[in-house]
Every structure is written in C-alpha cells, then in structure tokens.
C-alpha cells in the first residue's frame, strides 16, 4: 500500500515489542518528515549498541568492557550477590541506592512453558562463582510471579548444600497502593510477613 | 543509570511519537537481546527511507522517483484532485478504492496556535496546477477537526472565483457505529445531510 521502502519501515516497526501497526506507522510517518540528522544518529545508536555491548563475564550484566562497572568497581561488597533475571532489574535495584554488593543475572526465568530451564539460564556460573567462598549471602531477587518463584525455589535447593545465608526479597503492600487493591496473595503474603511496629 | 550507548538508545527511541520513557526501556531491552542482523536490518532501512524517499514534484505525496506513482499512473482521472493534508491520508483514501483522480498533499492544515497558516501548505502549488483548467472538480478531503475545517473553508474561498466544482467529503455516523454514541455534531450533520433512502 505504501511506497516500497516506506512499507519496510513500518514492518520492521511493527516487530518492536508494544509497536502495533497504528503505532508502526505513526513512527514512520513521523521519521519521514524528521531531520535527516537526526533519523541517521537513531540507526547509528542501534548499529552501536550492537558492536559495543557486551555482557560481563562475571556476572552476565550488561557491559561496554570484558566486566560491567559493578564488577569492576572495588566499593561494591563482593561477600552479597544479588541474583537477577535480567539486567533491567539490575537498574532497578541500583535505582533504590539499598544494594551494596555485587550480582549475577541469570538471563530470565525458568519456565518449562517457554522450553527454558536451568541449563538456559547461567546457574552454572552462579554456582562456579560461589565456589571460592568470598561471597556469604545470596540474595534472591527473581520476580515475584510463577516463573521467577520456581526459579528462586530451585536457586534455594541448589544452594542449601553450600551452607550460605540464602535469602529472598521482602513481599508484601507496595507502598503508596491501597490495601483495599491489593490481591488477596500479596495481601495474605504481608501478614505472614508483618514485623513489630516500631 | 545505564551503560552509556544503552542510555543513548533509549534517549532516541523515547523520541519517538506514542513512545514513552517505560516503551522506550522495553524496545532497548528487547534490541540488546535481538539478532545483530535484526537490529542492523533496522537500522539500514532507517537510513534508506530518508535516502530515498522524496517527495513528488507535483502533488507532494511521498515518492521514490521525482513524481509518485498516482501523478505517474496514466490511468488515474487528472480531471479530480484530492487534496488531503497528508501522505497517510492518500494511503487511507486509496484504501478504499473509490476514487480514481489525483491527490494535492498541503503538509498539514491551518493552525494560526501552531504558526502554521496558509503560506506553510502546498496552497500556492495547488493553484499553479489549477491554472491550466484540466481539473473540474477539487474534492477537499481535509481532516474533519477545527484545523481541517479551517483549511477547507480558506480553499473554498480560494478556489471559488476558478470556476471549478469544489466538494467536501460526507459528514454523518460512521458505518458500524452505534447511533446513541455518535456525538451531537456528528449527528447533526448526519440529519443535514441525509438523502432519499433507495
């Protein structure tokens, strides 16, 4: 329906996760009548994302060097490794300033639905990592839905045996929600994990 | 917060239109992960849309050569132009397969709030095409909104003393609709111009 190249365009779009066909062609439209300059320096940012980001072969974060900057940064406590899915929640946790130890992101979830189980995720390294016994406590900081459940269960057996303090993530009320919209699991897991007031 | 680079991608993607800060987060996630060749596919046909998209000499719709297909195509009536206020519209109106004339794209409509008044469209161009009295009707196919309106308005007054038969597309419900929904001027319009049921 488009000119050929313009129809390309919104194709390749339209693969982008949450960029339906309306929104494909919004962004196209709107590329179309954009600065030349500034359309060449999107394609070059995405041609060098690609060449320049690794992943840290510690930790398997995102890195522009062989370690990402938390591995490489002496400050950080190497005795706490926080476990993740994926670097995002890395960001995540930097974003609170509460974490002061070093992490390890495994690269997703187990999740037999998808065909992804331990061996896709980067458990080996994880328990290689723990075998020299710098590290004391394990925190696990998978997602708090189905897949990252099963992940931090099967985590916590696998590291039994190593005699470390394993720990989980606190669940309960997000804090500025409301209580009355609160799911009944979230709200059950708040009082089993109520604390004295202080 | 993030890598460098990662940072810079999610900085250009956020402006884009309908992308916010949390999409633009997501599509960066999502390209890090992606095949390089994907992500180079999309970046090549970012370059090659503003390298090779121009626009037509005579109706500025978007074109690959000097003239778009429509003004190439000898089958199209030059006896009725269209003027609609941008490519997507030529793109919709073709959709429909109900119109066989030409296209006049203006590049917008009258905005006094956004600065943009008759001397930014393609006016002067449409009158200078007018000239030569090959065409007898101008459909005026602006968006039916405060802006198109008011260029519709302007053009008929413009084109009036050339003579020529100036229409407006139809106002009324929109197929598929509920009648209850339709708004009050929408309905208005559809009494004002209803027609002998066949």
Chains 1, 2 share one sequence.
Do not use: W
């Not at 339209?14 to 494909?24: C, D, M, T």
């Not at 328990?127 to 925190?139: P, Q």
Request: proline share 5%.
């Amino acid at each position: 329906m488009y000119e050929g190249v313009v129809q390309d365009l919104i194709d390749e779009l339209g693969r982008l996760p949450g960029v339906g066909p309306k929104s494909a062609q919004r962004i196209a439209f709107h590329l179309l009548q954009a600065e030349p300059a500034d359309v060449r320096r999107l394609a070059e940012v995405l041609i060098e994302v690609k060449d320049k980001v690794k992943f840290c072969s510690i930790c398997f974060n995102v890195a522009e060097d062989d370690q990402c900057r938390i591995c490489r940064d002496p400050r950080r406590d190497p005795s706490v490794l926080c476990v993740v899915e994926e670097y995002k929640d890395v960001v995540a946790i930097e974003r609170t300033r509460e974490f002061r130890g070093r992490y390890h992101v495994l690269g997703g979830a187990i999740s037999p639905i998808d065909g992804i189980g331990p061996e896709q995720l980067h458990i080996r390294e994880l328990l290689t990592r723990l075998g020299d016994g710098a590290v004391t406590e394990v925190i696990l900081a998978t997602d708090p839905n189905l897949e990252g459940e099963a992940t931090a269960t099967y985590l916590t057996r696998m590291l039994g045996p190593l005699g470390l303090r394993v720990t989980r993530l606190a669940s309960g009320l997000p804090v500025g929600g409301d209580l009355e919209y609160a799911d009944e699991v979230t709200l059950g897991r708040a009082f089993v994990g109520r604390q004295a007031a202080t």
